[in-house]
Nanobody, 120 residues
Framework: QVQLVESGGGLVQPGGSLRLSCAAS????????MGWYRQAPGKERELVAA???????NYADSVKGRFTISRDNAKNTVYLQMNSLKPEDTAVYYC??????????????WGQGTQVTVSS
């Protein structure tokens, strides 16, 4: 009932920047938290950054000072600005959103993932 569509991944050189976007659609009454996770080959999925409806943010230590998460509540969209990218940031990045549906009940949905590759 809730779809998340991600965009903005790609190949970038070390030190470069990328901006990821994720738009949520469907029978959404409200979204509490939106976030970005990533999963590198052979590793578990990990939280990169999250933002609440009140715009409180949380970041993984490895990205603090380099990544910025933001959201547009009117558009049900979350962004991840990634600067000073490093090869270890290479992973598939997944968007997540959790909240309430118009039809009552809650949702916790994931996007399909977008590949970010940092390499020279």
């Amino acid at each position: 009932q809730v779809q998340l569509v991600e965009s903005g991944g790609g190949l970038v050189q070390p030190g470069g920047s990328l901006r990821l976007s994720c738009a949520a659609s469907g029978s959404i009454l409200s979204i509490n938290a939106m976030g970005w996770y990533r999963q590198a080959p052979g590793k578990e999925r990990e939280l990169v950054a999250a933002v609440t409806s009140g715009r409180s943010t949380n970041y993984a230590d490895s990205v603090k000072g380099r990544f910025t998460i933001s959201r547009d509540n009117a558009k049900n969209t979350v962004y991840l600005q990634m600067n000073s990218l490093k090869p270890e940031d290479t992973a598939v990045y997944y968007c997540n959103a959790a909240g309430k549906l118009w039809t009552m009940g809650a949702f916790d949905s994931w996007g399909q993932g977008t590949q970010v590759t940092v390499s020279s």
